[in-house]
């Protein structure tokens, strides 16, 4: 059984920026396709990033593109999402998770789930 497990949330005012890690208790991320996911209370879990295996590539929300960016380092087993210019709306509880496949940002394809890390944008 995958595990997952988030870190790196925090308090950060707007502009500010945080960095999010997602370790993985795999030998290895090999195979899998990590995305990065947010739920703000009151509202649906959305689709933040995600990014392949097989070539790194990655997607975006329309929402952060060209403010967030996703990485990973597979010899570590972790996935990385910069965090930049960070704005109140971004607020949410932000959940890694992986599925053996494509990378993509449709979240019922994901069979693997982290506990989620809180992140607050605040003056």
């Known amino acids: 059984q995958l595990h997952l497990v988030e870190s790196g949330g925090g308090f950060v005012q707007p502009g500010g920026s945080l960095r999010l890690s997602c370790t993985a208790s795999?030998?290895?991320?090999?195979?899998?396709?990590i995305g990065w996911f947010r739920q703000s209370l009151g509202k649906e879990r959305e689709g933040v990033s995600c990014i392949t295996s097989a070539d790194d590539s990655t997607d975006y929300a329309d929402s952060v593109k060209g403010r967030f960016t996703i990485s990973r380092d597979n010899a570590k087993k972790m996935v990385f999402l910069e965090m930049s210019s960070l704005k109140p709306e971004d607020s949410a509880v932000y959940y890694c998770?992986?599925?053996?496949?494509?990378?993509?940002?449709?979240?019922?394809?994901?069979?693997?789930w982290g506990q989620g890390t809180q992140v607050t944008v605040s003056s």
């Open positions: 795999e030998l290895n991320l090999n195979g899998l396709a």
């Open positions: 998770a992986a599925r053996r496949g494509g990378a993509t940002m449709t979240i019922s394809l994901y069979n693997y």
